[in-house]
């Protein structure tokens, strides 16, 4: 068990407000009510939030593959420059138009399940806080009811 002093609370604190100012609840499929940012300015200023037209052409190749087998794809986040990985501070594929997090009202198991035998050129994760799957391109890799880090 870690402890942080004081100061240390209140200058993460201090961090995170503007990021709490600007987020919004999103009740899931799995009755979590979670939080998210704003991405209104980032669609605004041409690619950000849910557009596709910022992804690279695997990605946009794989988002068609998906929506052509699923139909009723609602895409939650595409491109987000500057994007990091919650629980490691890396920079996230979302930051280079490389991944895309979407639901399938209903379907997310017969989803995943296709995915993993038919995406062999990137990532496939879930979260077991988060009813949306996230795919990307690039390294195979498989990671099922993560931690999102976001609690």
Known sequence: MRICSLAALASLLALMAPLAANA????GD????????????RKNSGGGGTSTSCLTS????LLGRIKSRFGNVQIISTCRPGARIA?????SKHASGRAIDFRVPGRKKEVVQWLLANHRS?????????????VDVG???VALNRNSGRT
């Open 58 to 61: 695997d990605a946009r190749n």
């Open 122 to 134: 990137g990532g496939t994760m879930t979260y077991r806080d988060m009813d949306h799957v996230h």
């Open 87 to 91: 629980t490691t501070g890396r920079p």
């Open 24 to 27: 919004k609840s999103y009740q």
């Open 30 to 41: 799995n009755g979590y009510k979670l939080k998210y940012r704003s991405m209104t300015s």
């Open 139 to 141: 390294a195979r890799f």
